[in-house]
């Protein structure tokens, strides 16, 4: 009998994992994620939060070794700062608003979907989802300024009488992020609807509901946890926008992801862009967890009541 | 009269999902026809035809070197991801240890946390290890969101292998490893690709993160495509977008005849 060499090198690999457990082995496979994950991912996040507590340097990005809440103090007093903060949340409180309602509803249609026309819908939500921002957000440019594709369209069958002001300005940047985030919205919910017995839904309206009230009451109900996760991402994102800020806002409304890039870049002061980064991360982990806990008491809620 | 309302609410319906879908499409369908635009302005439709911007982009030394760099970035990543993310699938899957539970979280998390906080994050970290600009710490950096993927696809895809094979092929005798070469390879390959797809494709379009971790020679063709954007909207960005939507799209051709595009879309999410 020959010996396959691939194999006796299979068993050589195989020669220092002998004799260990199984849940040994199982972190010894898991082992590169979880240092992975330790080194470029908690350690750089706690060097972050170290430097946010540094002193301000005029000539380096930072003074090393130094320790002080200054930076925290001119986050939370500075009225620009408070502006850019609450600028962000807007931005993300109307982006996520909009894009999941959307996401609900065509989810939901790609659902009752079939064959090539359930793989069209898909594949419209997939391909925007691996295209680079870059393009998401100045395709818009093109389409939505005062002498782009839309005012043409709204000119030419009287819609408006003068072309509308729709980039830069809040409009455009709701428009283009709502783009960038509606994919992952939308899957989010598909894959859990996917989970949902269409039967149910008949069963409602042989019961006498209107399809409304069979969506409503029916449908909804049970896919509260994917709401839930379209939720946070829409809005986790969308509170840290940068590239459609960027390149659709104007230059009065600045999200903090625009002034974390300037303070970090081009001012050099990195405790101020470390300190508002950690501000922001606290602030948005905290209205994570009450959307969590708001979206899980509707679900809980109507899952009673029916 | 309620049989007309109702094929009222069925047309509103279809209208309300076909222009999503047109919406969701009809940009990127923009960008490839301005990159054919004959002007240097970025209009839709454009006034006429060439080519020209094409040979621009072929002609520019920067645009090439973007070209080479986002290649290495998405190499490296696809190759760094697709090892820690199949590993960890198959050790949670193959013998369900405790750290199943911690290792889940940790690994979505990067996912939630908005790219310019984790650009500045790693921009930190890696210049005090003295990796500013170098291809590792974007590598290191796409890895963070294009890993959570392949652990996802490779999870679903183990969770339905059928491990009374692999039990089998102990009982014959032969170590894990080989096992998994000769039993437990051959039918997840598909997913295997399909993740590698997903990784490469992640890297390739990332690009703020690269902004914040990359500089003039390291650069790849996202960054480059937005520094120039900022000075102004010329074709030869359509010309590039056009490449990176190609990309996706046959990316995502292959993966959805490897598995399907229902499978592709649910991790994904």
Same mark, same amino acid.
């Given at each position: 009998?020959?010996?396959?060499?691939?194999?006796?090198?299979?068993? /050589?690999?195989?020669?220092?994992?002998?004799?260990?457990?199984?849940?040994?082995?199982?972190?010894?496979?898991?082992?590169?994620?979880?240092?992975?994950?330790?080194?470029?991912?908690?350690?750089?996040?706690?060097?972050l939060?170290?430097i946010s507590f540094s002193e301000q340097s005029q000539g380096l990005p930072y003074a090393e070794?130094t320790?002080t809440?200054a930076s925290y103090v001119q986050v939370l007093q500075s009225e620009l700062l408070q502006g850019i903060i609450?600028y962000s949340?807007?931005?993300?409180?109307?982006?996520?608003?909009?894009?999941?309602?959307? #996401?609900?509803?065509?989810?939901?249609?790609?659902?009752?979907?079939?064959?090539?026309?359930?793989? #069209?819908?898909?594949?419209?939500?997939?391909?925007?989802?691996?295209?680079?921002?870059?393009?998401?957000?100045?395709?818009?440019?093109?389409?939505?300024?005062?002498?782009?594709?839309?005012?043409?369209?709204?000119?030419?069958?009287?819609?408006?009488?003068?072309?509308?002001?729709?980039?830069?300005?809040?409009?455009?940047?709701?428009?283009?992020?709502?783009?960038?985030?509606?994919?992952?919205?939308?899957?989010?919910?598909?894959?859990?609807?996917?989970?949902?017995?269409?039967?149910?839904?008949? #069963?409602?309206?042989?019961?006498?509901?209107? /399809?409304?009230?069979?969506?409503?009451?029916?449908?909804?109900?049970?896919?509260?946890?994917?709401?839930?996760?379209?939720?946070?991402?829409?809005?986790?994102?969308?509170?840290? #926008?940068y590239?459609?800020p960027a390149?659709?806002?104007?230059g009065s409304?600045r999200p903090f992801a625009l002034e974390v890039q300037e303070q970090m870049l081009v001012n050099f002061n990195w405790p101020i862009a470390t300190a508002l980064s950690t501000v922001m991360?606290?602030?948005?982990?905290?209205?994570?967890?009450?959307?969590?806990?708001?979206?899980?008491?509707?679900?809980?809620?109507?899952?009673?009541?029916? | 009269?309620? !049989?007309?309302?109702?094929?009222? &609410? $069925?047309?509103?319906? !279809?209208?309300?999902?076909?222009?999503?879908?047109?919406?969701?499409?009809?940009?990127? &369908?923009? +960008?490839?026809?301005?990159?054919?635009?004959?002007?240097?302005?970025?209009?839709?439709?454009?006034?006429?035809?060439?080519?020209?911007?094409?040979?621009?982009?072929?002609?520019?030394? +920067?645009?090439?070197?973007?070209?080479?760099?986002? %290649?290495?970035?998405?190499?490296?990543?696809?190759?760094?991801?697709?090892?820690?993310?199949?590993?960890?699938?198959?050790?949670?899957?193959?013998?369900?240890?405790?750290?199943?539970?911690?290792?889940?979280?940790?690994?979505?998390?990067?996912?939630?946390?908005?790219?310019v906080i984790?650009g500045v994050t790693l921009l930190v970290?890696?210049s005090r290890?003295?990796?500013r600009s170098?291809?590792?710490?974007?590598? %290191?950096?796409?890895? %963070?969101?294009?890993?959570?993927?392949?652990?996802?696809?490779?999870?679903?895809?183990? =969770?339905?292998?059928?491990?009374?094979?692999?039990?089998?092929?102990?009982?014959?005798?032969?170590?894990?490893?080989?096992? @998994?070469?000769?039993?437990?390879?051959?039918?997840?390959?598909?997913?295997?690709?399909?993740?590698?797809?997903?990784?490469?494709?992640?890297?390739? =379009?990332?690009?703020v993160?690269?902004l914040f971790l990359?500089n003039? =020679?390291?650069?790849?063709?996202? +960054?480059?495509?937005?520094n120039?954007?900022r000075?102004?909207? $010329?074709?030869?960005?359509?010309?590039?977008?056009? @490449?990176?939507?190609? +990309?996706?799209?046959?990316?995502?051709?292959?993966?959805?005849?490897? $598995?399907?595009?229902?499978?592709?879309?649910?991790?994904?999410?």
């Amino acid at each position: 009998m020959s010996v396959d060499p691939r194999t006796t090198v299979l068993d /050589r690999l195989w020669s220092p994992f002998e004799g260990q457990s199984g849940s040994r082995r199982s972190l010894l496979l898991m082992s590169p994620l979880i240092l992975f994950e330790l080194l470029v991912f908690v350690v750089p996040f706690l060097l972050l939060v170290r430097i946010s507590f540094s002193e301000q340097s005029q000539g380096l990005p930072y003074a090393e070794g130094t320790f002080t809440i200054a930076s925290y103090v001119q986050v939370l007093q500075s009225e620009l700062l408070q502006g850019i903060i609450a600028y962000s949340f807007k931005l993300g409180i109307i982006a996520t608003l909009l894009t999941v309602v959307l #996401a609900v509803f065509y989810a939901y249609a790609t659902w009752r979907a079939s064959g090539v026309q359930k793989s #069209a819908l898909l594949f419209s939500v997939v391909l925007p989802l691996l295209t680079t921002l870059v393009i998401k957000t100045y395709v818009w440019v093109p389409l939505l300024a005062p002498n782009g594709t839309a005012n043409s369209l709204l000119l030419a069958v009287s819609l408006v009488q003068a072309p509308l002001q729709m980039v830069p300005n809040t409009f455009g940047v709701v428009i283009g992020q709502v783009y960038i985030v509606f994919p992952y919205a939308m899957l989010a919910i598909y894959s859990v609807l996917t989970t949902v017995e269409w039967e149910l839904v008949e #069963a409602a309206r042989d019961l006498g509901a209107s /399809r409304t009230r069979s969506f409503f009451a029916v449908v909804l109900p049970e896919i509260m946890p994917g709401i839930t996760v379209a939720t946070v991402i829409s809005f986790a994102w969308s509170v840290g #926008a940068y590239s459609a800020p960027a390149l659709l806002g104007a230059g009065s409304d600045r999200p903090f992801a625009l002034e974390v890039q300037e303070q970090m870049l081009v001012n050099f002061n990195w405790p101020i862009a470390t300190a508002l980064s950690t501000v922001m991360l606290v602030l948005m982990f905290v209205s994570i967890l009450v959307i969590y806990a708001v979206l899980g008491r509707f679900g809980g809620d109507v899952a009673n009541a029916t | 009269m309620p !049989r007309n309302v109702e094929r009222l &609410g $069925t047309a509103a319906f !279809r209208i309300g999902y076909i222009a999503i879908f047109v919406v969701m499409l009809l940009p990127l &369908g923009i +960008v490839v026809a301005t990159s054919f635009s004959a002007s240097g302005n970025l209009q839709f439709p454009p006034q006429a035809l060439s080519v020209q911007w094409y040979s621009a982009f072929f002609a520019d030394v +920067v645009w090439l070197r973007a070209f080479d760099n986002s %290649l290495v970035a998405g190499i490296g990543t696809t190759v760094v991801a697709t090892f820690m993310g199949i590993t960890a699938a198959f050790g949670l899957e193959a013998h369900r240890g405790r750290f199943g539970s911690i290792l889940t979280p940790i690994v979505i998390l990067p996912l939630l946390i908005p790219p310019v906080i984790l650009g500045v994050t790693l921009l930190v970290y890696f210049s005090r290890l003295g990796l500013r600009s170098s291809y590792l710490s974007i590598i %290191l950096a796409h890895s %963070l969101w294009a890993t959570p993927l392949v652990f996802f696809v490779m999870q679903s895809v183990f =969770q339905r292998f059928d491990w009374q094979l692999r039990d089998a092929g102990m009982d014959l005798g032969a170590n894990p490893i080989r096992v @998994f070469v000769h039993v437990i390879l051959p039918n997840v390959k598909s997913g295997i690709l399909v993740s590698a797809l997903l990784a490469f494709i992640i890297s390739l =379009q990332e690009f703020v993160m690269a902004l914040f971790l990359s500089n003039y =020679q390291t650069q790849t063709i996202p +960054v480059l495509a937005w520094n120039s954007l900022r000075q102004s909207l $010329t074709p030869i960005v359509s010309v590039v977008s056009t @490449f990176l939507i190609l +990309v996706s799209v046959v990316g995502l051709l292959v993966a959805a005849l490897a $598995t399907n595009i229902e499978f592709v879309a649910k991790r994904l999410s």
